[in-house]
Nanobody, 117 residues
């Protein structure tokens, strides 16, 4: 059974740093495209960053480029999102997503991140 569990959310001031973690069970993160999404109240869930299963290439939403970094630790089956200088408008629930080669998606339950000004 595949499970993704996010952690690391909390309260942070704008301009500080925060690292979110996603631990996977039932899958090997290096064999999946693993991404972070976020959803603020009243808004659609939006893409933040992805690390691809082939080569570990990364891609980011324009709004976070240069500030957020996605990485993975294959030995621990963990994926991280380092958030530097988060903004108050980035207060959201952050979700971990894993997609396999057939396009099947798995989601975690999310971790809440609150950025104060």
């Amino acid at each position: 059974q595949v499970q993704l569990a996010e952690s690391g959310g909390g309260f942070v001031q704008a301009g500080a740093s925060l690292r979110l973690s996603c631990v996977a069970s039932g899958l090997t993160v290096s064999s999946y495209h693993v991404a972070w999404y976020r959803q603020s109240p009243g808004k659609d869930r939006e893409f933040v960053a992805v690390i691809n299963r082939i080569g570990g290439n990364t891609n980011y939403a324009d709004s976070v480029k240069g500030r957020f970094t996605i990485s993975r630790d294959g030995a621990k089956d963990m994926v991280y999102l380092q958030m530097n200088s988060p903004k108050p408008e980035e207060t959201a629930t952050y979700y971990c997503n894993a997609k396999d080669s057939d396009g099947i998606n798995y989601w975690g339950k999310g971790t809440q991140d609150n950025v104060s000004s």
